[in-house]
Nanobody, 131 residues
Framework: QVQLQESGGGLVQAGGSLRLSCAAS????????????LGWFRQSPGKGGEFVAA?????????YYGDSAKGRFTISSDAAKNMVFLQMNNLSPEDTAVYYC???????????????????WGPGTQVTVSS
């Protein structure tokens, strides 16, 4: 069993920053995802789902970013605490969405951009950016 729980969402003004956290837990998490990938996706009305960023769990340094996140968002992890973070800077109203943490047991490269690679999802956290 694997559980993911996001936190850190909220209301922020355009140009501001937020840091999202994702806590991973469960009896089989470490064995299932030792070579896996933790990612962030977002969903907003009228835009559908969008890949934001992902990090290879056993590397901590192999990162992937969607076009909207490049240069503004940074993904990181703390393997000792089973945590993944998404630092979001220079936010704009277009970043308003529900942000989801997801875990994939095995993906690399552009495969990690596809939500179908992820078998476990958190409930999501709302991020609202006001203009």
């Amino acid at each position: 069993q694997v559980q993911l729980q996001e936190s850190g969402g909220g209301l922020v003004q355009a140009g501001g920053s937020l840091r999202l956290s994702c806590a991973a837990s469960g009896r089989t998490f470490n064995s299932t995802f030792s070579r896996g990938t933790l990612g962030w996706f977002r969903q907003s009305p009228g835009k559908g789902g969008e890949f934001v960023a992902a990090i290879r769990w056993n590397s901590g340094t192999i990162n992937y970013y969607g076009d909207s996140a490049k240069g503004r968002f940074t993904i990181s992890s703390d393997a000792a605490k089973n945590m993944v973070f998404l630092q979001m800077n220079n936010l704009s109203p277009e970043d308003t969405a529900v942000y989801y943490c997801a875990a994939a047991s095995d993906c690399s490269g552009t495969v990690c951009f596809d939500r179908r690679a992820y078998g476990h999802w958190g409930p999501g956290t709302q991020v609202t950016v006001s203009s």
